[in-house]
């Protein structure tokens, strides 16, 4: 637990900087084709009332408010001030629900009781200190009879880019740089453990499946070094020698030659993807 509360202090505290290449880079080669997945899970409808907890730059956020268009109400939650000003920068797409953004933790959502249709929470849950609690919070938050999507990534071995990286942090930096970046985002990937959170958060129909996605970094090993700027271990990296950044770049290649071909990139990442019921 101590890793996962390490990356999301680092997202809290994170800049505005810092989240922009967090948004250039990872929204849409991962967590955007993630996004309209989840959303394909949960069947949004026109009209309805959404939150979306830990939203960051705000990905499934607006999806969904395209989802339940101008009639619909949505609100956006996060921690992070920098993503908060990240995702209300962006211009609204087209035909969409307004969007309220909120800054609050998962544990005390800033949100009525019964006052919303879905709740949706895409790769935060992981990183929540009280997962029972904000479980809770997200059931409050619900009318009877509404639908709970959730997504968390498998464990790190079913993501082979970032297990690239891993391999390479730990090559060059020690067992114990590399263990805090494993154990953030794919540090929950137990399927039954996520359907017992719900069941015993008392949710009904839960209901929760792999699903695999493939993922494409063009700018081959050297973009996917990048995305450590948006790890909890960011600031070790940054202030790594010259010698050392040297050192690291040689190791990420190393460790992903087997998904790299002609200089891209080209592998997948698996997540598992809850849904329940608030019953009515």
């Not at 505290?13 to 810092?18: E, K, L, R």
């Not at 955007?32 to 979306?52: F, N, T, Y």
């Not at 929470?121 to 904000?134: H, K, M, S």
């Not at 995305?227 to 990296?237: C, E, K, N, Q, R």
């Amino acid at each position: 637990m101590a890793s996962d509360l390490e990356w999301s202090a680092s997202f809290a505290m994170a800049s505005s900087g810092a989240m922009s290449f967090y948004d250039d880079i990872m929204v849409p080669r991962l967590f955007e084709p993630w996004a309209r997945l989840l959303l394909d899970k949960m069947h949004p409808e026109s009209g309805q009332a959404v939150l979306d907890v830990a939203c960051g730059p705000g990905t499934v956020t607006r999806l969904v408010a395209q989802s339940v268009g101008p009639s619909g109400r949505v609100t956006g939650c996060d921690l992070s001030p920098a993503m908060l000003d990240l995702a209300r920068s962006k211009d609204p797409i087209d035909a969409s629900a307004p969007i309220e953004y909120l800054k609050c933790s998962a544990d005390a959502l800033d949100v009525a009781d019964g006052s919303v249709d879905l709740v949706t929470c895409q790769q935060g849950l992981q990183f929540f200190p009280n997962r029972p609690l904000a479980l809770a919070e997200m059931r409050r938050a619900l009318r009877p009879g509404g639908k709970l999507g959730i997504a968390v990534w498998c464990r790190i071995d079913d993501c082979p880019p970032f297990l690239a990286l891993a391999n390479a942090l730990e090559e060059v930096l020690g067992s114990e740089v590399a263990a805090t970046y494993r154990g953030g985002p794919w540090g929950f990937g137990d399927a039954p453990a996520l359907a017992r959170l719900a069941n015993e958060g008392g949710f009904t129909d839960v209901d929760v499946h792999k699903y695999e996605l493939p993922v494409v970094f063009e700018g081959g090993p050297h973009q996917l070094q990048l995305t450590l700027g948006a790890a909890s271990v960011a600031t070790i990296v940054a202030q790594l020698s010259e010698a050392d950044q040297s050192a690291l770049s040689a190791a990420v290649e190393h460790a992903s030659r087997s998904i790299t071909k002609d200089g891209v990139i080209r592998s997948h990442a698996a997540s598992h993807i809850l849904t329940a019921v608030k019953d009515r």
